[in-house]
């Protein structure tokens, strides 16, 4: 009887959970969200083109372009071609990628449940899927446009079928590949499956073969959209990785104690619980053995997801962009297999643990849930009275929106920020680099009437390059606001 009510019960939890994390979702990108990022500008945009049956294009181009608009380079279109899923149903743009969003978390809410009850029971499951909704570093890719959301649900079905007793791995390969055309750093999960698949034991060529199955559609995935992308990224040595490495290392304390602000009391707690999350995973592994217990292929298969993608972001930083940032969006995956894993394994030691070590165990998770969601309220608060990016009050009520709406309709635009003019217009436009020969770029704007839209913060400098460049083709400032400015010939 305990064994049906148990197995009534995972799916029950799985659907409320899923249908709790959706309504989330919703909820947080109501009106004035969803957040919008530049990021979210090129996933909308090439969602418009999809949808037009053009094909993934973005509506910016290099100011020395013929044609406004370009292909999209920089992501990959699985994001884009889900939203334009949901327009082709009769929803906008926007209302698509909140729809995308709400199921995405409604997957990663269920199958976080279903597969940590497969080994640890309904009330793990539960506990996983609460704990890894809270996250603030999960919570803020699910009100802001990105395709995180999508492949963080990806994630969790891999983890789900590689923690089988027999996992397929051409099923193990069809979800990875999915994840490659989601984002970029979806090319570590191939590699994950394939490992998997190949530590199983059996024969060489057996082990090689599963490897190759696992890997095969996430490598053709990638491969095929490289080449239509062409050349995004100039590899080479970038180098300067110490302030990278101090953003990340102050990213994993927010996440391991929120709420605690930058202090001596966050350094002193720091060690202590990477010392105690190292120590619960061991004793998970230590105290269960063979490939039959199901903690330990839990903690070892997330092991192995984590440490794939986390290697494949160090590795991009190191050779392929050097504004690569280690934040809670590229941690968000990290984060969530950690947790995923703690939870099943405090659930195999739990009952070997004294009432003394359970009493702390408890406080501690209590108190980190709260400091959760203190954080989350805080900021789910800020986006509902101001929104955020280019969805808040402040970017699109300024002068430089009036003036783009009003007069800006009869000029080309030039930028240095395409993707916020088209946040503001709808409009393509072309990037302008203060670093390019002047006359050049003279000689392209002088053909209609060009108007120079300058984005950049100024205490970066960048808008003040923006200022010069315009100075020395002879334009002079029409507009200047919080927002921006506007030079015109």
Known sequence: MYRLRRHFATPIVALVCAALAAAAVLWLTRAPGPGLSPDSMSYLAAA???ARGEGPRVPFADWSDADSTSRLRDFPPGFPSAIAVGMALGASTEQSARWVMALAAAGSAAGTVLAVSSVAGPAAGLLAAVLVAVAPAFVEQHFIVL????????????LALMITRRPRPLALGVVSGAAVMVRYAGVALPFAAALWCASRPGRWRER???????????AVAFVLWSRWAGGVRNYGWKGHLGPTLTEGWNTLQSWMLPGVHPSVLRIMLTLPVLAAIAWLLGAAIRGTHGD????????VASGVLASCYAGIVLFSRLVADAGIPFDNRLFSPVF???TVALVVAGSAVWRNWSVPARAVAGVAGILWLAGSVVVVRQEAGELAEDGWGYASADWVSSDLVRWLHSDGRHYALFSDSPPSLYSLTGRPSRRLDSQDEPAEIGE??????SAIVGFRDTETGERGRTAALAARLGYHQVVRSDAGAVWLK
Not at 208 to 218: E, Q, T
Not at 292 to 299: H, I, L, Q, T, W
Not at 444 to 449: E, M, Q
């Open 48 to 50: 418009r083109a999809l």
């Open 444 to 449: 392209v704007l002088a053909t209609r009437p």
């Open 336 to 338: 969530l297999l950690v």
């Open 208 to 218: 090689l073969s599963r490897g190759a199955a696992a890997a095969g559609p996430g």
């Open 147 to 158: 395709s995180e959301p999508l492949f963080l649900a990806l994630l969790v079905a891999l």
């Open 292 to 299: 039959e217990s199901g903690a330990r292929r839990v903690v």
